[in-house]
């Protein structure tokens, strides 16, 4: 079993909608949780990090930490064009190194 | 705040020669650097963590004679692509951690390598 699924997608979602992107991970111990976004061809971007359970809102973005299901999500509200990425969440193991799942591609339409 | 550059951005090289690159933390000291490889449409895959003043510690599978790793600064890692072969070409991306012991990491811009 993978340790951070995510559904890789592709998640459509219509400009200026709502994108609910979900993260489930198997160590229960994990402490942080990141998001990153990464477009084609460029590498990840950091968009927020979340530790507590929880919302954690930044902008257009909110992270919704709930360690006792073991799952972190992401939202994105009013959705633009300019979102359609992939998004990963990563978390990580007891040594520092990130736990990356696979990805969910989010297509935002016009 | 909290950037990271890589360099070169793009090299293209023949089969048999060696390519370094570099990756540097540019407003913040960083004591772990990672290096990541990622092919078309795949995740990155971490190839080895780079802790300053010591040797880097290579993932299983990773060869450590053909992927040298030096990270001999706090703002300074440096990979090189030994005797590169045409399966080596990838995009190769490396992140940086703060030395404040924060688990954030940033990553570099990456540097596209094509072995003819």
């Known amino acids: 079993q993978k340790e951070v699924e995510q559904n890789s997608g592709p998640l459509s979602v219509p400009e200026g909608a709502i994108a609910s992107l979900n993260c489930t991970y198997s160590?229960?111990?994990?402490?942080?949780f990141f998001w990153y976004r990464q477009y084609s061809g460029k590498s990840p971007e950091l968009i927020m990090f979340?530790?507590?359970?929880g919302d954690k809102e930044d902008g257009r973005f909110t992270a919704q930490l709930n360690k006792a299901s073991q799952y972190v999500s992401l939202l994105i509200r009013d959705s633009q064009p300019s979102d359609s990425a992939t998004y990963l969440c990563?978390?990580?193991?007891?040594?520092?190194?990130?736990?990356f799942g696979a990805g969910t591609q989010v297509v935002v339409t016009p | 705040g909290a950037v990271v550059s890589q360099h070169p951005s793009w090299v293209i090289c023949k089969s048999g020669t060696s390519v370094k690159i570099e990756c540097r933390s540019l407003?913040?000291?960083?004591?772990?650097m990672f290096w990541y490889r990622q092919f078309p449409k795949q995740s990155l895959m971490l190839m080895a963590t780079?802790?300053?003043?010591?040797?880097?510690?290579?993932e299983q599978g990773v060869e450590k004679d053909k992927f040298l790793i030096n990270h001999a600064s706090l703002t300074l890692s440096t990979l090189t692509v030994t005797s590169a072969h045409p399966e080596d070409s990838s995009f190769y991306i490396c992140?940086?951690?703060?030395?404040?012991?924060?688990?954030?990491?940033?990553f570099g811009p990456g540097t596209r390598l094509l072995v003819l």
């Open positions: 990563a978390v990580p193991d007891s040594w520092g190194k990130f736990q």
């Open positions: 160590d229960r111990g994990s402490q942080s």
């Open positions: 992140s940086a951690r703060e030395a404040t012991g924060r688990e954030t990491q940033y």
């Open positions: 979340i530790y507590s359970n």
């Open positions: 407003d913040f000291q960083a004591t772990t």
């Open positions: 780079s802790n300053e003043g010591s040797k880097a510690t290579y």
